[in-house]
């Protein structure tokens, strides 16, 4: 039987409305910021059908520029595509503007998916060109955050879902990024939109498995960032996962990139190189037995590869 690639699989979201398992990542470093458009341009025409993006990743226009491009050629149509962006946490009051510039910035009319990036409120600080401060200068991506001690991280969440019931045009799903579970728990609680995706750090060093079991239990699907372990893909080099590939015949990014979408778990892989681009295209099926392997290797090993300073601020982060 001939195996699917990682880029025909789509899973289900709880509005009813199909995601790619496979999406490509736009957090780029900032030397590589000018090689996203080839990169997006390059993912597309291998298949991909998903692009993570976000306002902070300071690359929305250039995903914008291959979109473009891409639908003036005829090679893809816009409804053929799942695009995300997110809401950072100096726009948590502002909501509805953040999305307007992300829109402006990808030229399209709407995106498939809004995620609140971070539970979490920053304050705005003034850009040094004089502008707001919004556009412009994507404060505390270096996790120097400036907290705003008043804010309430779920403000944000609520505006998305507010403009959602209102059934606002400039996006199809709202979700959320970085949430441990019991503020999703709150959310719950609080909110009577259930959010499609959390997307979260994932990898058989991180398996998430109490929060996987809550979203799963309550119609949320995770979303694997990091699936590499971040720059310099350090997972890759796990010895574990070095023995699987060679059990399979892949490479250890194949392994990684199975785990998750074996699961259940939307991944969204980042490169800038065509050929890893293809390369992460590969099925792998791997086994139940496999997977369990890696997710009883994660809870005994468990590591963050992400370890954004901010982060301190969501009590408990850490140790999940
Ligand atoms: N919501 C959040 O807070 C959050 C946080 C972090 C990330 N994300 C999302 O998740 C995406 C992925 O996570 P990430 O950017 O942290 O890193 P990642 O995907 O775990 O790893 C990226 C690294 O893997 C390399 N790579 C990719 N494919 C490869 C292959 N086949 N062989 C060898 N190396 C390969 C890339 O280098 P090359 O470019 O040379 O291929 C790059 O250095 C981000 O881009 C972003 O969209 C979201």
């Not at 979303?223 to 310099?232: H, L």
Request: charged share 25%; net charge negative.
């Amino acid at each position: 039987m001939l195996h699917p690639k990682n880029t025909e699989i789509y899973f289900t979201l709880n509005t009813g409305a199909k995601m790619p398992a496979l999406g490509l990542g736009t957090a780029n470093e900032i030397e590589q910021i000018p090689e996203t458009k080839q990169a997006v341009k390059a993912a597309i025409k291998s298949g991909y059908r998903l692009i993570d993006t976000a306002w902070a990743y300071r690359c929305e226009d250039r995903v914008g520029e291959a979109l473009k491009e891409l639908f003036e050629e005829g090679a893809i149509k816009r409804e053929d595509i799942f695009i995300t962006t997110k809401v950072w946490p100096t726009h948590w009051d502002i909501a509805s503007d953040s999305i307007s510039r992300s829109l402006e910035n990808l030229g399209v009319e709407y995106v498939d998916l809004v995620l609140q990036h971070w539970p979490l409120c920053f304050n705005r600080v003034e850009d040094k060109d004089g502008v707001d401060g919004i556009a412009r200068n994507p404060t505390h991506l270096d996790g120097s955050a400036n907290i705003n001690e008043e804010g309430d991280y779920l403000s944000t969440y609520k505006q998305l879902e507010k403009m959602y019931l209102a059934k606002d045009p400039r996006f199809k799903a709202i979700g959320v990024s970085n949430y441990p579970l019991d503020y999703l728990q709150r959310l719950l609680k609080e909110c009577r939109v259930v959010p499609a995706v959390n997307q979260v750090e994932i990898h058989p060093q991180l398996p998430q498995m109490e929060l996987r079991d809550f979203c799963t239990e309550h119609g949320i699907r995770l979303e694997s960032y990091s699936p590499f372990g971040a720059t310099g893909s350090p997972l890759t080099k796990n010895a574990l996962m070095q023995k699987l590939a060679e059990k399979y015949s892949c490479t250890p990014n194949d392994i990684l990139l199975a785990y998750n979408i074996r699961q259940g778990v939307v991944t969204v892989p980042r490169s800038v190189n065509p050929k890893n681009i293809v390369a992460n295209i590969e099925f792998i099926s791997l086994t139940k037995e496999d997977s369990s392997v890696l997710n009883k290797y994660g809870l005994e090993n468990s590591q963050r590869f992400r370890n954004e300073k901010f982060a301190e601020s969501i009590p408990g982060f850490r140790e999940n």
